[in-house]
């Protein structure tokens, strides 16, 4: 099988590309490692349709929970759930994508 069955792009809530946006910005001034090119994608998705690349999204839940773990001493307890929040909604979109399609037979 050459061809994946598997979607190549979401599309995200305008609410939580924002949210996403704002955290991805933080990783990049602590300079987190591959926080640049979600960066760029969820800024710029404010003038499109929030469609992102699925690796894009992926790429951003991991910067977020890298950033959650080196903030996680530093910052209020509110701030770091929210940081978390977002990846684990981020990554979860990822997840629904991949997961096959339920059908109405059973096994």
Known sequence: MTSSSFQR??????????QAAQHLEQAARRTVDGAGIPLKAFRAAADSDYTFPVSVVEQAAGCLLVLATETAQTVRPSVLRTTIGVALRLRDAVQAVHRPALTTRFW
């Open 9 to 18: 792009t979401l599309t995200l809530p305008a609410a939580l590309c924002e």
